[in-house]
């Protein structure tokens, strides 16, 4: 029996040729390392240079090369020690003493809430002043009010209504004898007012004018806060009439009428006069050179059926009433 060999006999082994390694240029590589150290050392030398050398990094810094920048400081810390703190503690505590009001009486009420803190503000607005610091300003006001009225006024204009109101507010209402007259009344009231407007003018009566605004307010310094003793009102009123008959002003004063405004009491007294404007004009003089406390609230100037009727509304401020 015959078989077949089916294998052949292995013949020399051929060995695997493997692709050549190529060899990368070492001097290239070298190169680059080299421009970005050298880069590295430009940028932290401009660094240094510009913002000073960081604490951290200047204690890993040879002096050689430290002496050359600067370093950079660290923000100072406002420590303050254990016997410091005690210190502040124990002036706050001994400092700090609330006041005891006796009796209500307004010198400790005054004292309790330190008026004196108010003098050095400066409040240059009507609305911004304390109630006793606008007399001074009501005062020099008024006589500004009659000053302008008296002044710009032609002896041929006639006025039915004239009206104050503190600290710079006024209404006119009056005729004068042309349109052209009207006209320059109005610029020259224009000129002495902060603002004005006017209404529109009657088609039938040209002459006839109405003009409201606010004057131009003059700067005053801030006043002691100072109240008319309870027992001196009648004094102040009694100095308003004597003012009023030196300049020929017969003033019939109503009864006063008092509203308790908590640290003070506001007094109104109404007063009324037929006397004219010049007198009345001489009288407001008068009360602003004068020693009065009494401020002016406001003027009305109306005419009645004996010639023109004043009313004029005074403000005096004083200590509150003491409960019973």
Do not use: W
Not at 294 to 315: E, K
């Amino acid at each position: 029996m015959i078989q077949l060999n089916l294998f052949k006999e292995p013949g020399p082994l051929v060995p695997k040729i493997s692709a050549p390694k190529i060899k990368r240029n070492s001097n290239l590589r070298g190169i680059r390392m080299l421009l970005g150290l050298a880069l590295l050392l430009a940028a932290s030398f401009l660094y240094f240079s510009i913002y000073g050398v960081p604490v951290m990094v200047a204690n890993y810094m040879p002096n050689v090369m430290l002496k050359h920048f600067v370093v950079q400081t660290p923000p100072k810390q406002d420590v303050k020690t254990v016997q410091d703190v005690k210190e502040v503690t124990s002036v706050e505590v001994t400092t700090i003493k609330p006041a005891v009001v006796r009796d209500g009486a307004v010198e400790e009420i005054v004292k309790t809430v330190r008026p004196d803190l108010f003098y050095d503000i400066e409040r240059k607005e009507y609305r911004q002043l304390l109630p006793m610091e606008c007399i001074k300003l009501q005062k020099i006001m008024v006589d500004k009010f009659f000053h302008t009225f008296r002044s710009i006024s032609p002896a041929s204009f006639g006025f039915s209504n004239l009206v104050y109101k503190a600290p710079d507010y006024y209404f006119v209402r009056g005729v004068g004898t042309d349109s052209k007259s009207v006209e320059n009344y109005l610029d020259s009231l224009k000129r002495n007012s902060k603002s004005m407007k006017t209404t529109p003018v009657n088609e039938k009566s040209l002459n006839e004018f109405t003009a409201y605004g606010n004057l131009l307010q003059v700067k005053t310094q801030n006043e002691k806060l100072t109240v008319v003793p309870l027992n001196q009102v009648n004094n102040e009123i009694a100095l308003l009439n004597t003012l009023s008959q030196e300049q020929k002003v017969q003033f019939k004063f109503e009864a006063p009428k008092s509203a308790n405004q908590g640290l003070y009491q506001r007094v109104l007294v109404r007063a009324q006069s037929k006397s004219d404007f010049p007198s009345l004009h001489k009288f407001v003089e008068s009360l602003l050179v004068s020693q009065s406390k009494a401020g002016v609230l406001q003027v009305v100037i109306s005419p009645s059926t004996s010639g023109m009727l004043s009313t004029f509304d005074f403000v005096i401020y004083t200590e509150p009433q003491k409960k019973q």
